[in-house]
């Protein structure tokens, strides 16, 4: 099974920009990557998917590389409000549709 | 509307007793999952049903059991609590493969004592 290693904490202040990497290195073809966030006392909820290469919604950008063995989240301009835990998931057909989530990275945001 | 719901929120309960959590889901989804989040935050997936069949079955103990009476039902029976069984537990569903986007209810905070 894949595993995902991410970082475990990051800080950063308003305004800026954030990347947050994490590793796959045993990615199987079938895999998508997704990142979800997690406040406090709150279920995870989706940020963006991506197969390969770039993709970009409203909240967030997905870069993954041609050996698709890390991709990083960026989140542009962070707020206060993105403090949260960020997961790094892979997602395969092996093994009956198996999901593994990173251990999240921590992210503080300062004002 | 609430997506996905879970119930009861707060859990606690002494070891040895049996519990159940029930989640519903008014998406449409055909997948719903259940994961078991620790003290550590680590969050890990336990069951799995598609169309109510079960697809996904960790190594969980078998004091866990889930069942899905239809495809926006998926409730989780616990059987003779343990102290280790003290987590917050997620139910959540997505439309069909796994990797697609997942909703994730408010969790169950289940404490043992």
């Known amino acids: 099974l894949a595993k995902t290693t991410q970082p475990i904490s990051m800080d950063s202040y308003e305004g800026q920009e954030v990347n947050i990497t994490c590793s796959h290195n045993?990615?199987?073809?079938?895999?998508?990557i997704t990142w979800y966030q997690q406040f406090p006392s709150q279920g995870p909820r989706f940020i963006i998917q991506?197969?390969?290469t770039k993709v970009t919604n409203e909240v967030a950008s997905l870069f993954i590389p041609a050996d698709r063995k890390s991709s990083t989240l960026s989140l542009p301009r962070v707020s206060l409000s993105d403090t949260a835990v960020y997961y790094c998931?892979?997602?395969?057909?092996?093994?009956?549709?198996?999901?593994?989530f990173g251990a999240g990275t921590r992210l503080f945001v300062k004002a | 509307d609430t997506a996905v719901s879970q119930t009861p929120k707060y859990l606690v309960t002494q070891m040895g007793n049996d519990k159940s959590i029930k989640c519903e889901q008014n998406?449409?989804?055909?997948?719903m999952y259940w994961y078991k989040q620790d003290s550590k935050k680590f969050l890990k997936i336990m069951f799995s049903?598609?169309?109510?069949?079960?697809?996904i079955n960790e190594t969980v103990p078998n004091r866990f059991s889930p069942k899905s009476p239809d495809k926006a039902h998926l409730n989780l029976h616990i059987n003779s609590l343990e102290l280790g069984d003290s987590a917050v537990y997620f139910c959540?569903?997505?439309?069909?493969?796994?990797?697609?986007?997942?909703?994730f209810g408010q969790g169950t905070r289940l404490t043992v004592v």
């Open positions: 991506g197969y390969k």
């Open positions: 959540a569903s997505s439309p069909g493969v796994p990797y697609a986007e997942a909703f």
């Open positions: 998931l892979v997602g395969f057909l092996t093994g009956g549709f198996k999901t593994i």
């Open positions: 998406l449409g989804h055909d997948t």
């Open positions: 049903y598609n169309n109510k069949e079960l697809i």
């Open positions: 045993n990615i199987a073809t079938n895999d998508y």
